[in-house]
């Protein structure tokens, strides 16, 4: 049995990469290479996997939703992911990354009985981005 | 080929042990566990797979799967309190886990036969909490 929760968080980043010329950045990033950067709402969704315990859960959700909380939410919600997120430095900020950083931050603090097994997260209601573990 | 149709009911529930204390409950539950109950809309989306019939073009005729759905989920959950009025809930516990398992039991057996058979049952308690059920393992 899987279970998915959702979660929101707020977060501005600007993509770039130091490894082409400003010129070349524009050109890859469009709109998103824009020097003062921009912002999105990014709806994080957490799935789990294991069997139904004798409580009828394959998670409890308090615990699942502190976990989220505590490893992901407070460091990204209302954060700028190019100046503010430690791990992410060196790195471009798109999404792809956002997810892998995501589950390394909750793969390294997982204290859950059920399996993580996928970390889907949409930067907009266009684009998404899974990880299945 | 996959096919996934959706149904909605609303239904209250109370998730609690009845061996345990109202703490105990609390910490397993928290505000499900409620003695009074509390409701849900609970969303549907069941997954069938086969391949489409070469004559009617279809991987399941949707109007029977409504007619399953309906009778054995919709009319006997929607506006239901599930622990008083729907078994096997006045003895199993009405988590959103566990409600999956029983619609699987309910639908699978009407939908299974030559080249098709029920792929999923997703069942959203919350538009920000939902369960994915594939039968046993």
């Known amino acids: 049995m899987r279970l998915t929760g959702r979660y929101r968080f707020s977060a501005s980043h600007r993509l770039d990469t130091p490894a082409l010329s400003p010129e070349a950045n524009r050109k890859l990033y469009g709109k998103c290479n824009n020097p003062h950067g921009?912002?999105?709402d990014y709806l994080l969704e957490i799935t789990v996997d294991g069997p139904v315990d004798q409580d009828g859960q394959v998670v409890n959700r308090e615990a699942m939703d502190a976990l989220v909380r505590e490893r992901v939410l407070r460091r990204l919600d209302h954060k700028n992911l190019n100046a503010d997120i430690p791990?992410?430095?060196g790195?471009?900020?798109?999404?792809?990354n956002l997810a892998t950083l995501i589950h390394g931050a909750l793969a390294g603090g997982w204290t859950l009985p059920a399996r993580l097994a996928r970390v889907r997260i949409a930067e907009?209601?266009?684009n998404s981005f899974e990880l299945e573990v | 080929m996959f096919l996934t149709r959706k149904a909605e009911f609303s239904a209250s529930h109370v998730c609690a042990n009845p061996a345990w204390s109202a703490d105990r409950n609390q910490a397993v539950y928290g505000n499900n566990a409620n003695p009074n109950g509390h409701g849900h809309n609970y969303v549907l989306e069941v997954t069938l797979t086969g391949d489409p019939d070469p004559v009617t073009g279809m991987v399941f005729d949707l109007r029977e799967l409504?007619?399953?759905?309906n009778r054995e989920v919709v009319d006997p959950m929607d506006h239901r309190f599930l622990n008083r009025e729907v078994p096997p809930f006045d003895r199993v516990i009405?988590?959103?886990e566990n409600l999956a398992v029983e619609i699987w039991k309910r639908i699978e057996p009407?939908?299974?036969?030559?080249?098709?058979?029920?792929?999923n049952v997703r069942l959203y308690e919350t538009?920000?909490?939902y369960v994915d059920y594939g039968g046993e393992q």
Do not use: C, M, N
């Open chain 1, 124 to 126: 907009t209601a266009r």
């Open chain 1, 91 to 96: 790195s471009v900020t798109t999404t792809e």
């Open chain 1, 38 to 40: 921009h912002g999105h």
């Open chain 2, 110 to 119: 009407q939908i299974r036969r030559e080249g098709v058979h029920l792929h």
């Open chain 2, 94 to 96: 009405p988590t959103t």
């Open chain 2, 66 to 69: 409504k007619e399953i759905l």
């Open chain 2, 127 to 129: 538009a920000d909490l």
């Open chain 1, 87 to 89: 791990e992410l430095a």
